[in-house]
């Protein structure tokens, strides 16, 4: 598996599997067959509520700890300095493990800015002290990140955003370019087109359908070469063993310029996932149970 290295100097997989959405009777499984062929990098989140799975897959591995890269989130809910450091201590729990390799913010907070930042305060403190060797956040927008710089002394690793042939959030990308933040993708090959209301799905677009048919490669593979060779870490979710294996045979070709500025120009400019200045306690928060 080949690496990105983080601007603090960890090595993260430029592929890994996200279990969004994926429920917690079946994240165990998901998470066996991924490990089973090849798989480095696990994706969740305290919101999922299947951390638990996907430590429990972890531990029957047979595979020694720093062998696995494991991410986590904080949710919204658990924002503010004293409750992130709770929430790392729920996540840990669940997950069976003392060091979690990377955890974010899940979401900006816009109108409860301080509370991100209070929160964002507590990964700096868990990140000095070790119990986490990367911190970075999700869903953050140039505004968002601006601030964060401004008031924190941590520059994130990541920036977790929904990045797909439809939406490519360049701005975002580049500002987190030119900072050293890692843009990781949340659903890479458009998930999201085909389970939202959307007038077109990545899956049946021409253009990587008929790149996919050149090099013998289905179109999530050809999504997620054009990520990795345009520097984007990807985490593509499935449940489905076939689909799990076919998500991380990508590294026996290589698309040309010519077809990744194609991708490139498939840009349609709307988001399938929620605005990120609309995100509020009220309407998103959730409880997150104890380990």
Same mark, same amino acid.
């Given at each position: ?20 959405? +994926? ?7 998901? @998470?066996?067959?991924?490990?089973? @062929? ?6 969740? #989140? ?16 047979? !595979? ?13 809910? $658990? ?12 996540? #840990? %729990? ?12 899940? /979401? ?9 930042? %209070? ?14 060797? #990367? ?40 500002? %987190?370019?030119? &900072?050293?933040?890692?843009? /990781? ?13 959307? #007038?077109?799905?990545?899956? $049946?677009?021409? @253009? ?12 999530? /593979? ?9 520097? &984007? /870490? @990807?985490?593509?979710?499935? +449940?489905?063993?076939? &689909? ?36 509020? !306690? ?10």
């Amino acid at each position: 598996m080949d690496t990105f290295t983080l601007n603090n100097g960890v090595r993260i997989p430029v592929l890994g599997l996200g279990v969004f959405q +994926t429920p917690p009777d079946e994240t165990t499984a998901a @998470v066996t067959s991924a490990l089973e @062929v090849g798989y480095r990098h696990i994706d969740t #989140a305290a919101a999922y509520a299947n951390e638990r799975g996907v430590g429990d897959a972890i531990a029957a591995s047979g !595979l020694a700890r720093d062998e696995v890269f494991i991410e986590t989130k904080i949710w919204i809910s $658990d924002y503010g300095y004293d409750e992130t450091l709770h929430s790392f201590t729920k996540s #840990a %729990g669940k997950l069976g493990v003392e060091q979690l390799d990377l955890l974010i913010l899940h /979401q900006a907070l816009p109108g409860e800015f301080e509370k991100t930042l %209070g929160a964002y305060r507590a990964l700096e403190k868990l990140y000095a002290d070790g119990a986490v060797r #990367a911190i970075g956040v999700s869903n953050f927008m140039v505004d968002h990140l601006e601030r964060l710089l401004d008031e924190t002394s941590v520059v994130p690793t990541v920036n977790q955003i929904e990045v797909h042939p439809y939406f490519q959030q360049r701005a975002v990308q580049q500002f %987190g370019d030119e &900072r050293g933040i890692l843009t /990781q993708a949340w659903s890479p090959i458009g998930g999201i087109t085909s389970y939202r209301d959307s #007038a077109r799905r990545s899956f $049946d677009e021409p @253009v990587i359908l008929s790149i996919g048919e050149k090099y013998g490669k289905s179109a999530a /593979q050809v999504m997620l070469r054009w990520h990795i060779q345009e520097g &984007r /870490q @990807v985490i593509p979710k499935s +449940t489905k063993p076939e &689909r799990i294996a076919e998500n991380i045979d990508v590294f026996d070709f290589e698309l040309s310029a010519e077809e990744l500025a194609q991708i490139d120009a498939l840009e349609t400019g709307v988001r399938g996932g929620p605005e990120p200045e609309a995100i509020t !306690l009220e309407s998103f928060g959730r409880d997150i149970p104890e380990a």
